[in-house]
C-alpha cells in the first residue's frame, strides 16, 4: 500500500510548494491523498516536514488546510530588491605571460618614451637644417607638420593589424620604420650623391612622414598590449604612459640640442638608433608573443559597434577637443607671455617645461582619481575646468594670476585625456565578445581624435585670435569643452558603473573560451541594467 509523504519543494520565485510523493510501505495503512499541491506563498519562517509515519507540519492553520485541501490565508510580504550585481570579471593569463609581464612594462614604457624623446629631439636644430637646404618658413613648417600627417595616414593600418596578426609582431614593425626614419635624417645629406633624382629636403620630409608612422604603430600597439596584460590595474599603467611621454618630452629638446652641439648633425640620430636597438631587443625577448597573447580577431561588425555607441564618440570628441585646447597655447602662449610680462625665449621655454611636469603629475592624481570615481563624471568635470581656465586665461592680467589659469588648465585637461582613454576602453569591452576585444580599432580611435586635436589647436588659434583677439578667442574655444561636456553631462545616466577586474591565472584564451561580454561587470540599478 502507498504512504503519503509530505516533502518540501522550493521554487525560484520565492514560493513553497507541498506536494505528495508516492513511496511504497508494505504494513501501513493508507493516508488521505491530496489531488492538487498546496501552496504557501511568503511565509515568514521555515516549512518542517517529517518523514515517514506521524510526519508533522508545526503550523496549526497549515496542517488544517492540507486535511481539508484548502489554501490558506497568509498575507503577502514585500519582494526585496534585488543586491547590485557588483562581482569582479575574473581576467585568465597564460602562466609565461604572468611571467614576463613586469619586464614587458618596462619595455613598451621605453618605446613610448623613446617615441615622444625622438619627436622633441629634432627640434633646437631641425628648422635651420632645413633652411640651409632651400626650405623657406612655410616648408619649415610644413615638414614639422608631415609627422601629424604620418601619425593620421599609419593608426588606422595600424590598429587593424594589431587586431588581426597581434600587437608585438605590428610593435616590431614600428621598430622597422623608426630605425628607417633615424637614419634617413642622419644621412640625409649623403643620399642624393647616389640618388641624383631626390633631394636632401625631400628626404628629411620623407623622415619625418615615417617617424610620425612608427609613432602611430608604436602608440597603438603599446596601449592594446599593456590593455591586455595588465587589466586588473589599466588606470596606474595608462597613468604610467602619461609619465612616459612628459619624460620624453622634457628630454628630447635640451638632448638634442647638446648631442648636435657636441657632434654635429648625424650625432642626435646616431644616438637615437642605437636606444631603438636597444628597445627593440627587449620587445623581442619580453613582450609576449601571439601563442600566449592570440590576436583578438574582432567580429566583422565591431567598428560599427564602437562607433555606435554614442558615449565611444563622446569620449573621442572629449580627446580631440581637450587637445585642441592644450595645443592652442603652442601659437598663442609666448606673445602672451612676451607682451604681458617681458619673458625672453629660454623663460618661455622653461615655462613651457614647467607646463609639462604640472600635466603629467596631474595624471597620476587622476588614475588615482578614477579607481573610485566614474571616468565619464572625470572628463565631465575636467572639460568644465577646462573651459573655465581659457575664460580666465584671457581676462587676467598678472603674471600670478596667469600662471594659476594655466595650472588650472592643466588639470582640467588631465582630467581629460586619461579617463576618456579609460573610458573608451570600458565600452569596447562593454560591447565586445570577452575574448574579441578590438583592442588596436580602440586605441587606432584614440589616437586619431588626439592626433587631430594635435593638427586643429595650432591652426584654430591662430586664426580666431587673430580675427576677434586673444579674450574673446579664448572664450570661444571654451565654448568647444562647453559643448562637449553638456553632451557627457546628457550621456551620464545612461553609462553603467564597472567592478574591478580580478586577474587570476590560466591558460590562453583560445576560440572556444567562453564568448561572455563585460556586461558582467555592469551594476545594476533598481533590478534593471544600466543600457549603453
Known amino acids: 500500500m502507498n504512504t503519503g509523504e509530505a516533502r518540501l519543494v522550493t521554487l525560484p520565485a520565492m514560493e513553497l510548494v507541498v506536494a505528495p510523493v508516492a513511496e511504497h510501505a508494505p504494513s501501513a495503512p493508507a493516508a488521505p491523498q491530496m489531488e492538487t499541491p498546496l501552496t504557501l506563498a511568503a511565509m515568514t519562517g521555515p516549512l518542517t516536514v517529517g518523514a515517514g509515519a506521524g510526519s508533522t507540519v508545526p503550523m496549526a492553520d497549515t496542517t488544517a488546510a492540507m486535511m481539508a485541501n484548502t489554501t490558506p490565508t497568509v498575507p503577502a510580504l514585500p519582494i526585496p530588491t534585488p543586491v547590485p550585481a557588483s562581482r569582479p570579471l575574473r581576467r585568465t593569463l597564460p602562466p609565461v605571460v604572468l611571467q614576463r609581464r613586469r619586464g614587458a612594462q618596462v ?313 576618456a582613454l579609460q573610458l573608451l576602453t570600458d565600452v569596447g569591452e562593454e560591447r565586445s565578445p570577452a575574448h574579441h576585444v578590438p583592442y588596436g580599432a580602440i586605441y587606432a580611435a584614440y589616437n586619431l581624435a588626439f592626433s587631430a586635436g594635435g593638427l586643429l589647436g595650432p591652426v584654430i588659434a591662430g586664426s580666431v585670435i587673430t580675427v576677434v583677439g586673444m579674450p574673446v578667442g579664448f572664450v570661444l574655444m571654451s565654448l568647444l569643452l562647453i559643448a562637449v561636456a553638456l553632451w557627457l553631462a546628457w550621456l551620464l545616466p545612461r553609462i553603467p558603473r564597472y567592478a574591478p577586474i580580478e586577474l587570476v591565472g590560466g591558460t590562453p584564451h583560445g576560440d572556444d573560451a567562453p564568448r561572455q561580454t563585460r556586461q558582467t561587470r555592469q551594476i545594476r540599478h533598481n533590478g534593471k541594467q544600466s543600457p549603453l
Request: hydrophobic share 60%.
Open 107 to 419: 619595455v613598451l614604457l621605453g618605446a613610448l618614451t623613446l617615441d615622444t624623446l625622438l619627436y622633441g629631439l629634432v627640434v633646437p636644430f631641425l628648422p635651420a637644417r632645413a633652411q640651409a637646404l632651400g626650405a623657406s618658413p612655410a616648408l619649415v613648417g610644413a615638414l614639422f607638420g608631415a609627422y601629424g600627417a604620418g601619425l593620421l595616414v599609419g593608426t588606422p593600418p595600424a590598429g587593424w593589424l594589431a587586431d588581426r596578426i597581434g600587437a608585438r609582431r605590428i610593435l616590431l614593425l614600428g621598430l622597422l620604420a623608426l630605425l628607417g626614419a633615424t637614419l634617413l635624417f642622419a644621412f640625409a645629406d649623403d643620399i642624393p650623391t647616389y640618388l641624383t633624382w631626390t633631394s636632401g629636403l625631400w628626404l628629411l620630409f620623407a623622415a619625418r612622414a615615417t617617424q610620425g608612422i612608427a609613432a602611430a604603430i608604436t602608440w597603438t600597439a603599446s596601449l592594446a598590449l599593456i590593455a591586455q596584460l595588465y587589466p586588473e590595474r589599466r588606470g596606474a599603467l595608462f597613468a604610467r604612459v602619461g609619465l612616459a611621454s612628459g619624460i620624453g618630452t622634457l628630454l628630447g629638446p635640451p638632448l638634442g640640442g647638446l648631442l648636435y652641439t657636441l657632434g654635429g648633425f648625424r650625432a642626435p640620430f646616431l644616438f637615437a638608433a642605437a636606444l631603438a636597438l636597444l628597445d627593440g631587443l627587449g620587445r623581442v625577448f619580453f613582450v609576449p608573443g601571439t601563442r600566449a597573447l592570440p590576436p583578438a580577431r574582432p567580429e566583422p561588425k565591431a567598428g560599427r559597434m564602437l562607433y555606435g555607441s554614442a558615449i565611444f564618440v563622446a569620449a573621442l570628441f572629449a580627446t580631440a577637443v581637450g587637445d585642441i585646447a592644450f595645443t592652442a597655447l603652442e601659437p598663442t602662449l609666448p606673445p602672451l607671455l612676451a607682451s604681458r610680462f617681458g619673458l625672453s625665449p629660454l623663460l618661455i621655454g622653461l615655462f613651457f617645461g614647467a607646463l609639462v611636469v604640472c600635466f603629467t603629475l596631474a595624471q597620476l592624481l587622476t588614475s588615482a582619481l578614477i579607481r573610485w570615481a566614474r571616468p565619464a563624471l572625470v572628463v565631465t568635470v575636467g572639460l568644465a575646468l577646462g573651459a573655465l581656465a581659457l575664460v580666465l586665461l584671457g581676462q587676467v592680467t598678472t603674471f600670478a594670476h596667469t600662471l594659476l589659469a594655466l595650472l588650472l588648465l592643466c588639470g582640467g585637461l588631465a582630467f581629460v585625456l586619461l579617463p
